[in-house]
């Protein structure tokens, strides 16, 4: 069989699904999740390279960038919101978010 580089022709396939309220409901939830995870993971890096500017061994310092840092595993992170614990939430959106 030819590689799709070489045909004369690229043939596709347009499709359109149509999805019940529950599965809407799933969508919606899982993109919100997503995207807090994102937003809450970036919020977390700034923090931690503003953090990490203090040269100073400051202790309030130190034990928020251990704090940070522990938080940006998924795991923890749903363990500090527990909203992410929903079980409608599929446990690759998160892990893909990150």
Excluded: W
Excluded at 32 to 59: C, G, H, T
Excluded at 68 to 85: D, G
């Amino acid at each position: 069989m030819k590689p799709m580089a070489k045909m004369k022709y690229h043939y596709g396939l347009k499709m359109r699904c149509y999805p019940s309220d529950q599965q809407k409901q799933l969508i919606k939830i899982n993109g919100d999740a997503s995207r807090f995870i994102y937003n809450e993971m970036v919020a977390i890096n700034k923090e931690l390279m503003q953090l990490r500017r203090v040269k100073l061994p400051i202790d309030i310092v130190q034990d928020r960038i251990k704090q940070l840092t522990m938080r940006q595993n998924a795991k923890q992170m749903s363990n500090h919101y527990q909203f992410l614990e929903d079980k409608r939430i599929d446990s690759l959106t998160k892990a893909n978010a990150i």
